[in-house]
């Protein structure tokens, strides 16, 4: 061990790997990203603990979970902060900004607002020009329920934009948090009795990419059944893998052939893509393709892989009714409401069920 205040003590500045707060739960980084510890490096770990007058002992331990895969992306930790306040003794509703701009094409993968006992709200957003998304919104802050909250879809920031937060405190007798009375002025500090205005940020670069596009021919299977081997013409497929796309987009309007920086070709005829992200694409087999073929992704970077590809005459699978793909098959009326015992189907003879399939084949007379 080794005495230190504030940072950590030493130069150069260390690389962020995590942080515990109250509240925190272990996480886990999407397939395919990681963060990096160098080889030869160190790790360092910083405990703050706060006096309460009563001797007492600490049994601290670090879980590190590597990973058991190919990387093709590091995960960033950066934060944004604001040292410079005062919250007003009194104040129910002092807020406190902090902004930056992006200065390169980023995915932001997980966020963390950080405040202490006199926090109420954290508002962290994305401006892209006129345009604002918001980041996260927490408009009832408890220092006891902090974390690390990632992204189902990470969010892309592109270079320019502006990453911002206000974030707001209670220094009034009516906060019961409050470990003050009666209030007094506070500024930034380490002591939980300060205050912190900040946010987290783990994020990928766009550019960046360590390997090739990596998958096999078992990685190619049905979109509705999930099963594999062969596929047909038309017939909608997912191929999972590590680095396939360069960011996560979605088709809209006329269906492309290239998506999230990516393209697919089956014997050279161009695939249409209805999703692509660095872990999945959906999309379609062309109808012209038969028998043993090959199927190339081709990265912005112009990093390929190829595997060889059968496509036989039919490949049927129903699209279920939830996402994995196990559960009951998508069955509805032709108004499109799903067919339940509340929604029966009629039995005089005119009811219609309409079920959603691929890999059927080809169909007579032209099809795009």
């Given at each position: 061990?080794?005495?230190?205040?504030?940072?950590?003590?030493?130069?150069?500045?260390?690389?962020?790997?995590?942080?515990?707060?109250?509240?925190?739960?272990?996480?886990?980084?999407?397939?395919?990203?990681?963060?990096?510890?160098?080889?030869?490096?160190?790790?360092?770990?910083?405990?703050?603990?706060?006096?309460?007058?009563?001797?007492?002992?600490?049994?601290?331990?670090?879980?590190?979970?590597?990973?058991?895969?190919?990387?093709?992306?590091?995960?960033?930790?950066?934060?944004?902060?604001?040292?410079?306040?005062?919250?007003?003794?009194?104040?129910?509703?002092?807020?406190?900004?902090?902004?930056?701009?992006?200065?390169?094409?980023?995915?932001?993968?997980?966020?963390?607002?950080?405040?202490?006992?006199?926090?109420?709200?954290?508002?962290?957003?994305?401006?892209?020009?006129?345009?604002?998304?918001?980041?996260?919104?927490?408009?009832?802050?408890?220092?006891?329920?902090?974390?690390?909250?990632?992204?189902?879809?990470?969010?892309?920031?592109?270079?320019?934009?502006?990453?911002?937060?206000?974030?707001?405190?209670?220094?009034?007798?009516?906060n019961a948090k409050n470990p003050n009375s009666p209030p007094i002025p506070v500024s930034w500090g380490e002591q939980t009795t300060d205050e912190m205005a900040v946010a987290f940020f783990g994020?990928?670069?766009?550019?960046?990419?360590?390997?090739?596009?990596?998958?096999?021919?078992?990685?190619?299977?049905?979109?509705?059944?999930?099963?594999?081997?062969?596929?047909?013409?038309?017939?909608?497929?997912?191929?999972?893998?590590?680095?396939?796309?360069?960011?996560?987009?979605?088709?809209?309007?006329?269906?492309?052939?290239?998506?999230?920086?990516?393209?697919?070709?089956?014997?050279?005829?161009?695939?249409?893509?209805?999703?692509?992200?660095?872990?999945?694409?959906?999309?379609?087999?062309?109808?012209?393709?038969?028998?043993?073929?090959?199927?190339?992704?081709?990265?912005?970077?112009?990093?390929?892989?190829?595997?060889?590809?059968?496509?036989?005459?039919?490949?049927?699978?129903?699209?279920?009714?939830?996402?994995?793909?196990?559960?009951?098959?998508?069955?509805?009326?032709?108004?499109?409401?799903?067919?339940?015992?509340?929604?029966?189907?009629?039995?005089?003879?005119?009811?219609?069920?309409?079920?959603?399939?691929?890999?059927?084949?080809?169909?007579?007379?032209?099809?795009?």
């Amino acid at each position: 061990g080794y005495s230190c205040f504030g940072d950590p003590g030493f130069n150069p500045d260390p690389s962020f790997i995590a942080a515990w707060a109250p509240g925190f739960t272990p996480s886990y980084l999407p397939p395919g990203m990681a963060m990096q510890v160098p080889k030869g490096g160190f790790m360092a770990l910083q405990v703050h603990y706060h006096l309460n007058g009563t001797a007492t002992t600490d049994q601290t331990q670090v879980g590190v979970y590597f990973t058991k895969g190919p990387v093709d992306k590091i995960v960033y930790f950066d934060v944004l902060l604001n040292p410079s306040f005062t919250i007003p003794a009194g104040n129910s509703h002092f807020p406190v900004t902090a902004h930056a701009t992006l200065p390169a094409d980023f995915h932001l993968v997980t966020i963390g607002p950080h405040m202490h006992l006199l926090g109420t709200e954290s508002h962290v957003s994305l401006a892209n020009g006129p345009a604002t998304a918001p980041l996260i919104d927490i408009n009832a802050w408890d220092f006891q329920w902090q974390n690390f909250y990632e992204y189902v879809q990470p969010v892309p920031a592109p270079t320019g934009s502006v990453v911002q937060f206000t974030e707001y405190f209670d220094n009034s007798v009516n906060n019961a948090k409050n470990p003050n009375s009666p209030p007094i002025p506070v500024s930034w500090g380490e002591q939980t009795t300060d205050e912190m205005a900040v946010a987290f940020f783990g994020f990928t670069l766009d550019t960046q990419h360590l390997i090739a596009p990596t998958f096999a021919e078992a990685n190619v299977v049905n979109a509705a059944s999930f099963s594999g081997g062969f596929v047909a013409p038309g017939g909608i497929v997912s191929l999972f893998g590590v680095g396939l796309g360069s960011n996560w987009a979605s088709a809209s309007g006329a269906v492309p052939t290239t998506l999230a920086k990516t393209k697919i070709s089956l014997g050279g005829v161009p695939a249409p893509l209805f999703y692509a992200s660095p872990s999945q694409v959906n999309l379609q087999i062309p109808y012209e393709v038969d028998g043993a073929t090959t199927l190339t992704l081709t990265r912005d970077d112009n990093d390929t892989t190829t595997v060889n590809l059968t496509v036989a005459a039919a490949q049927p699978g129903l699209f279920s009714a939830d996402s994995s793909g196990t559960g009951p098959a998508a069955a509805t009326l032709p108004d499109g409401s799903f067919l339940s015992s509340a929604n029966p189907v009629a039995t005089d003879g005119s009811g219609v069920v309409v079920l959603y399939a691929t890999g059927l084949g080809r169909v007579n007379g032209a099809a795009t």
